[in-house]
């Protein structure tokens, strides 16, 4: 065989063994930015734990984890385009919630972060552009799992703070 050959089948051998290296529980640093996530994976072994850090310095984010039916077909891009009362008939599927202020890390207000459940998740923020940080937290205080009622404009899924996971057993 060609030395070439060869050099081309040791690197199809390290992708493959990346691919099916994702057996392991790991912690997940994800990076809220304005407006989008940075270092979410394509997949995750379950068990695996997220946190996020706030790049903003001016906008809240969330990390919103909804593990969506089995015979759910449709794509993240597709999801994020349902209306509101549509998309939130997915809201009691939402496994862990982790919120973090400007230049914060993450607090999970709802689970623990931690994805235990194989399957497809979509992720998405849906704070409120331009929402008051501290006038959110104290509505969601008052509002006791529902949705927060604040000022703001369209949620950051809207401005493209959306993606997709695949939990592997
Ligand atoms: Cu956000």
Do not use: W
Not at 21 to 32: H, I, K, L, Y
Not at 69 to 89: C, H, I, M, T
Not at 136 to 153: L, S
Request: aromatic residues 6%; proline residues 9%.
């Amino acid at each position: 065989m060609k030395r070439k050959t060869l050099i081309v089948l040791a690197a199809l051998l390290a992708f493959a063994g990346a691919c099916s290296g994702s057996s392991e529980p790991t912690t997940v640093a994800v990076r809220a930015v304005d407006y989008g996530f940075a270092g979410l994976p394509e997949q995750v072994a379950a068990g695996s734990t997220f946190t996020i850090v706030n790049e903003s310095s001016v906008e809240l984010h969330e990390l919103v984890a909804i593990r969506l039916p089995d015979d759910e077909r449709r794509s993240a891009d597709e999801l994020v385009q349902l209306p509101p009362e549509e998309l939130a008939q997915f809201f009691p599927l939402v496994e862990t919630v982790i919120i973090a202020p400007p230049e914060g890390d993450g607090i999970a207000i709802e689970g623990t972060g931690t994805l235990t459940e194989p399957g497809r998740y979509l992720i998405i923020c849906a704070i409120p552009t331009g929402a008051d940080p501290d006038e959110y937290m104290a509505a969601a205080a008052a509002a006791d799992g529902g949705p927060p009622q604040v000022a703001g404009g369209p949620p950051h899924l809207a401005m493209g703070m959306y993606g997709e996971i695949t939990v592997t057993e």
